[in-house]
């Protein structure tokens, strides 16, 4: 099972960490495993180049753990608002997709958000 926990402070999200395989399918045939590593890499790369802001990401296929922060999205450290609503909002998406995912793939992930 994967589990995806959020980041969020002030009711900005700001990033998430995700922790072990989803079992769905086989190693290198998992369209579960797939689709998140594409909805995460899409994250990563929109802050990164379309909002030219930091995200700190680290890929630990080892220990099957991705974390992904970007504090641009906290006010207390990007003074751009519409930046700030932007990234929160890339991860507020990411969040009810994923929710919405649980619904199917109950058995395979699960998601959960923490106030900082």
């Known amino acids: 099972m994967t589990h995806i926990k959020f980041f969020r402070r002030n009711g ?20 579960l495993c797939a689709a998140l590593s594409a909805m995460t890499m899409l994250i990563i790369n929109t802050i990164e ?3 030219a802001s930091d995200v700190d990401y680290q890929i630990d296929d080892g220990a099957t753990r991705i974390s992904v922060k ?16 932007a990234i929160s909002g890339l991860f507020q998406g990411y969040f009810f997709q994923l929710n919405d995912l649980t619904e199917e793939y109950y058995d395979f ?8």
């Open 12 to 31: 900005f999200y700001y990033g998430f960490e995700e922790t072990g395989h989803t079992g769905y399918g086989e190693s290198g045939d998992d369209v």
């Open 70 to 85: 970007a504090l641009a999205a906290l006010p207390e450290y990007s003074e751009d608002e519409k930046t700030q609503y």
């Open 49 to 51: 180049i379309s909002y």
């Open 109 to 116: 992930l699960e998601v959960e958000e923490v106030e900082e």
